[in-house]
């Protein structure tokens, strides 16, 4: 299978996964239609991608506005005629124990974790509609299938968005496709979201001692676009090998 013609817009692409993703889904023949908020840095990546004869375009986007998200899909479709995909991959980590009282923290996680990704679902689906075609991959995580101290609200989103993917999937019917990606430990800079100190070192920790590199979760990703458009590949869980 080849993405040769295929548009896919990506959140949080500015660095880590999503940046990656980018990258490789350019590389692979897609259209790539980059949004985060560091717009200057989406600019380089987008100069970054042409230079090699890739197709790219941006759009400045914070997730938790649903302007911003139907503002990242309008510039797909006029850009490139349509979209294929949506990876809804922004999202933050300031993680803490419960008892440490950071409902501040809570509150951001929820608005971007979650709320965004069903943004970002929202601004997409009536183009799949139309189109009578489509692609949803969620980026949740590992810490929704492991629960551990400190990790509470930031899983319990994860968990959300899990639970929406399935939904969905289960709604979509013969020509939407929903995915969902399960990272592990990847070496990205979530731990800078981190407000928790201690959470905060023992995160920088773990991704220094056993952290995969985001093009892991890119391969992921790939995987799944790459099927035939009738094979749905529902849910990929990707972890080190280290990780317990």
């Not at 100069?47 to 797909?76: M, Y």
């Not at 349509?82 to 990876?87: E, F, N, P, S």
């Not at 974790?113 to 509609?129: D, E």
């Not at 990205?188 to 093009?215: C, H, L, V, W, Y």
């Amino acid at each position: 299978m080849t993405l040769d013609g295929k548009v896919i817009a990506i959140t949080g692409a500015s660095s880590g996964i999503g940046r990656a993703t980018a990258t490789l889904l350019a590389d692979r023949g897609a259209s790539v239609v980059l949004g985060a908020r560091r717009e200057p840095i989406l600019e380089q990546l987008v100069a970054e991608i042409t230079a090699k004869g890739g197709k790219a375009a941006c759009k400045a986007t914070d997730v938790r506005r649903r302007a911003d998200l139907e503002a990242l899909v309008d510039t797909a479709v006029e850009r490139f005629g349509r979209l294929d995909a949506i990876v809804n991959n922004a999202g933050i980590g300031p993680i803490s124990r419960f008892d440490a009282l950071r409902v501040e923290d809570w509150d951001a996680m929820i608005d971007v974790n979650l709320r965004g990704t069903l943004y970002g679902i929202a601004a997409a689906l009536p183009v799949f509609i139309r189109q009578d075609s489509g692609h949803v991959i969620n980026v949740v995580s590992t810490a929704g299938l492991k629960i551990v101290p400190t990790m509470g609200v930031y899983a319990a989103t994860k968990n959300a968005v899990r639970t929406a993917t399935e939904a969905l999937r289960q709604e979509a019917g013969p020509s939407l496709r929903v995915t969902e990606v399960s990272p592990g430990m990847v070496s990205t800079n979530f731990a800078q979201t981190i407000t928790d100190p201690s959470a905060k070192k023992t995160i920088d920790g773990q991704m220094r001692d056993i952290g995969m590199a985001p093009e892991a979760i890119a391969r992921g990703i790939l995987f799944a676009l790459e099927q035939p458009a009738e094979v749905d590949v529902g849910s990929i869980v990707i972890r080190p090998t280290a990780q317990g």
